[in-house]
């Protein structure tokens, strides 16, 4: 059952964009966005009210849904361009390499990043309408100083707990969580003004 607060964020959302909900309708609707968080439904509802223009659809909100996977941009950027890389990347991701691969192979990046686009797009958007939750996976690359960087980089955000990067580099380095900050030259600044005497 939506809570009373995402009721009302979808009703003024799409009376925002021009639309008014009958009460079936807006069953449906309600319905179609249940597979999802609350918070993923607003946070899209937001982005709906900033982005769209012309009446609000159940496509609109779907397609700006926080679910964890990258946009498409980000998705190009952290593929593996060459043997060499690591990459920590979605089934989406992976699968929408495969297509491109080829093109990049033959040093065509234009149209493999198109192709890449475009098939990463419908793949997310095949994810989401069927409720699946993001997955992520590890390609290691044949440059073994790159794969620390990239099992860190998605440790840190998220994408891979700890011991699941560990079992890649058992040696893994835990990043401190709270970095070491050298405070001198602040104190000597206020030295210099006065301020941290007493």
């Known amino acids: 059952m939506p809570s009373t607060d995402l009721i009302k964020a979808i009703a003024v959302t799409?009376?925002?964009c021009g639309r008014v909900f009958s009460e079936s309708a807006a069953a449906v609707f309600f319905g179609d966005v249940a597979a999802y968080t609350e918070k993923q439904v607003m946070g899209a509802l937001v982005r709906c009210r900033r982005e769209v223009r012309g009446v609000l659809t159940l496509q609109d909100v779907i397609s700006r849904l926080d679910d964890g996977r990258p946009g498409v941009e980000e998705a190009w950027s952290m593929l593996p361009h060459d043997e060499a890389?690591?990459?920590?990347?979605?089934?989406?991701?992976?699968q929408a390499f495969g297509v491109a691969v080829r093109l990049i192979?033959?040093?065509?990046?234009?149209?493999?990043r198109m192709a890449f686009k475009e098939t990463y797009q419908r793949m997310v958007q095949q994810a989401r309408d069927q409720g699946r939750a993001v997955s992520w996976s590890v390609t290691l690359g044949h440059d073994i100083?790159?794969?620390?960087?990239?099992?860190i980089e998605a440790v840190d955000k998220g994408r891979l707990t700890y011991e699941q990067a560990k079992e890649f580099i058992p040696e893994l380095p835990r990043k401190s969580a709270?970095?070491?900050?050298?405070?001198?030259?602040?104190?000597?600044?206020l030295r210099l003004t006065?301020?941290?005497t007493a």
């Open 145 to 151: 100083r790159g794969r620390e960087g990239a099992l």
């Open 194 to 196: 006065g301020e941290g």
């Open 105 to 112: 192979d033959e040093g065509d990046v234009v149209a493999a």
């Open 85 to 94: 890389k690591s990459a920590v990347w979605t089934v989406e991701m992976s």
């Open 14 to 16: 799409a009376e925002l």
């Open 178 to 189: 709270v970095p070491m900050i050298d405070a001198r030259p602040v104190i000597d600044a």
